[in-house]
């Protein structure tokens, strides 16, 4: 009896306190106290601390916490925007050094010709403008070597001087002993375009030397280039869209001088 009178009066200690304290969390919508802080609730006269239940153990969040976790996302997007930010004023930066939309514009028509003999198939060709790709083929099938020439690059570039780079890689084909060896050939070509014209570009690869040159040493390359006005380059995209390979675009150069640098 002793022990039940005691039980009784330690239940009738805390039962006013937890109500009191569900009451006020309830009420006002706030954490508990700072004993429920500290992960225990202090109930009085009964000479013992009852621990509380975590937050996170109950499957949820106090208050604390989600304000901590939302700063954390908070701060992570504005990261997230800035690199967005500097990765778009990079692109900017590229498009402006490798086309400068200016006022007035100034164009530029490149077009590969491949004038190799049948020893040497066409397997890729990469072309770069101011250091950036404008145009990447890779093909062992052959349909690239039956392609006498194409167009490699036709619009917008900003007036002054500029750099082109190519890269031709051929495989070796008709006779037995260059069969399954590929051959490199790289070259780069600086050219400049007046404000409010146009330039034609014609790339020949080629072969270079006589018999005596040795298989690796042929592959070459030379350029031609021809300044024409904006009305032109116009009327030869139209031709070269409508298949005209007869057409301004297609001759770009053939009464041009030439620039017959072939590199290796």
């Not at 805390?14 to 700072?34: H, R």
């Not at 992570?76 to 200016?102: D, M």
């Not at 375009?193 to 030379?222: D, H, M, N, T, W």
Request: charged share 20%; net charge neutral; no cysteine.
């Amino acid at each position: 009896m002793r022990r039940f009178g005691t039980a009784i009066l330690v239940l009738s200690a805390v039962l006013p306190s937890a109500t009191a304290l569900a009451q006020q969390v309830g009420d006002a919508g706030t954490e508990p106290t700072a004993a429920a802080d500290a992960g225990t609730l202090a109930i009085p006269n009964a000479g013992a601390m009852i621990p509380a239940v975590a937050g996170d153990d109950a499957g949820a969040l106090t208050g604390e916490q989600y304000v901590v976790r939302l700063r954390n996302l908070e701060q992570r997007i504005n990261e997230l925007k800035e690199e967005i930010f500097r990765s778009k004023a990079r692109l900017s930066l590229l498009a402006e050094s490798v086309l400068q939309n200016a006022v007035g514009g100034s164009r530029a028509q490149i077009v590969h010709q491949n004038a190799m003999g049948g020893a040497y198939q066409l397997t890729s060709v990469v072309y770069s403008l101011d250091g950036a790709p404008i145009f990447n083929r890779d093909d062992d099938t052959g349909a690239l070597a039956d392609r006498r020439e194409f167009q490699v690059y036709n619009g917008q570039v900003g007036s002054g001087e500029h750099s082109l780079g190519v890269s031709l890689t051929y495989l070796g084909a008709g006779l037995p002993y260059m069969r399954g060896y590929r051959f490199s050939v790289r070259s780069t070509q600086s050219f400049s375009v007046p404000e409010g014209k146009a330039i034609q570009i014609r790339v020949v690869g080629f072969e270079k030397g006589g018999p005596l040159e040795s298989p690796e040493s042929r592959p070459a390359i030379r350029y031609v280039q021809r300044i024409i006005t904006l009305r032109e380059a116009a009327d030869a995209a139209e031709a070269a869209t409508n298949g005209d390979a007869n057409g301004s675009a297609a001759g770009a150069g053939a009464s041009g001088s030439g620039n017959g640098n072939g590199a290796r």
